[in-house]
């Protein structure tokens, strides 16, 4: 027999152990050839070939997927199949399955009851019951960071309102006290540089026993009736500045100044140190009102009240400021006329906001550039020519060339757009005329151009 008489190859299945390793092809086993070895090598051939057929794999106990397939166990030309699931190729090349993406989370209800509760849509104490005992709550937290912001404030409002108090009474007692009671200035004169300051000082009196108490509502808007005394000494503060400069002329009063400066109480502090600071402690008032009205819960009891103090003391924080700003116009605007002379200088700063003023090149048709002296008002540019350095009684003045309105103003920027060190070339065009006006500075001409910008804009709206 042919198989007798050659070496007999056999297929089999690889073992189990080998299968675990992932080897999934058939096994040849060769045998040398002897007389008997049919006889003996065929019972054990069978013996595999069943072992091989009803072996389960063992990961799937039970039906395998239909991502495995069949072995395929033969010899020679007849081949049978086994129930040995094992990965297909299309299986190996994807290899393991990713898990599913896990769906997003619905919003729990204490998210939704604090994006509500934010809206004023819904109490933000629904649903909070829910919660456990160790669960953070986000509504919670916040009100803690409020309920520490507004500790805070209310800390720095007591203790800066402790401090402005003592500083109040230390003018009141050793300069308004002193000075009414030696007379060494005139009523007049003591009023319009202290104005209201011991009422003032009385307004600060009443409030710092609410603010200890801590009855910060209750206390500022029963302090908002005295406000106005801060509007009255705002009004006064360029009037008390001049005065002072006044006063400090006369010997006697420079030399009480100086004593009652020395004490130990003002930690040397002058008195024109003192004197700006209602106002400072204004600008204080509104800042801690307005963080103290931020961090209080809606129900708080006193959230109304420090509401509508806040509001008050910003309008008049508002109105101060405006003062302030138009005290300082009209310095400017004192100073410009002082430096004008001439017929036409006269009257030509009254009701007029002062922006800027500088040296300018004006650049004519012909000839080189004529360095003068530019005055920019709210509603027009005023061009003046300096005075021989020789005159003698207009030295170091200017003298009015040309008043040009800026409602008619057409403004562009010849060169100088890329701030290089050459500084740059504006125009401006006028009815009647045009001017070209130059600087080497890049930065002074880029300031002049906002300014122009800002006038032309204001006055054609």
Request: proline share 8%; with cysteine.
């Amino acid at each position: 027999m042919a198989w007798a008489q050659d070496r007999i190859c056999t297929e089999t299945t690889a073992p189990f152990s080998i299968l675990q390793m992932g080897h999934c092809s058939p096994v040849s086993v060769c045998t040398p050839k002897s007389p008997d070895s049919k006889s003996r090598l065929l019972p054990q051939l069978c013996a595999t070939q069943r072992k091989a057929t009803h072996q389960p794999h063992p990961a799937l106990p039970g039906q395998a997927p239909s991502t495995y397939r069949a072995l395929t166990v033969g010899r020679g030309p007849t081949e049978k199949t086994s129930n040995i699931p094992v990965l297909s190729a299309a299986s190996r090349r994807q290899g393991a399955r990713s898990p599913p993406r896990p769906r997003p989370r619905p919003r729990s209800r204490w998210r939704l009851n604090l994006q509500r509760a934010e809206t004023g849509s819904v109490d933000p104490q629904a649903g909070m019951e829910s919660l456990g005992p160790g669960a953070r709550c986000p509504v919670q937290e916040q009100r803690a960071r409020w309920e520490r912001k507004r500790a805070c404030t209310a800390w720095e409002l007591l203790e800066t309102e402790r401090r402005y108090h003592e500083q109040l009474g230390l003018v009141a007692t050793y300069f308004v006290g002193i000075l009414r009671a030696k007379g060494t200035v005139r009523p007049p004169e003591r009023q319009a540089l202290f104005g209201p300051w011991e009422l003032i000082y009385g307004a600060s009196q009443e409030l710092l026993p609410y603010l200890e108490g801590g009855r910060w509502g209750q206390g500022l808007e029963g302090f908002c009736p005295h406000l106005k005394l801060y509007t009255q000494y705002a009004a006064n503060a360029e009037r008390s500045r001049t005065t002072l400069q006044e006063q400090l002329k006369n010997k006697r009063f420079r030399k009480f100044v100086q004593l009652q400066e020395g004490r130990p109480e003002f930690g040397g502090l002058q008195l024109q140190d003192l004197l700006p600071l209602p106002l400072q402690r204004l600008q204080q008032y509104e800042n801690l009102a307005v963080a103290l009205a931020e961090n209080t819960g809606p129900n708080s009891p006193d959230h109304e009240q420090l509401t509508r103090a806040a509001r008050l003391i910003s309008e008049t924080a508002q109105r101060v400021h405006t003062i302030g700003q138009k005290q300082k116009n009209d310095q400017h605007l004192q100073r410009v006329q002082g430096l004008l002379s001439g017929r036409q200088a006269k009257g030509l700063t009254s009701g007029r906001w002062f922006l800027r003023q500088g040296w300018l090149l004006v650049v004519p048709p012909r000839g080189e550039p004529r360095p003068r002296m530019f005055f920019l008002f709210s509603d027009a540019l005023l061009m003046a020519k300096p005075r021989p350095p020789l005159h003698l009684l207009q030295s170091g003045t200017f003298a009015c060339q040309a008043l040009y309105p800026m409602a008619e103003c057409q403004l562009h920027r010849v060169f100088g757009h890329s701030g290089g060190p050459c500084g740059g070339l504006l125009s401006l065009s006028f009815p009647h005329e045009k001017l070209l006006l130059m600087s080497t500075d890049q930065e002074e001409l880029l300031g002049w151009y906002h300014s122009l910008t800002l006038a032309i804009s204001n006055q054609k709206n």
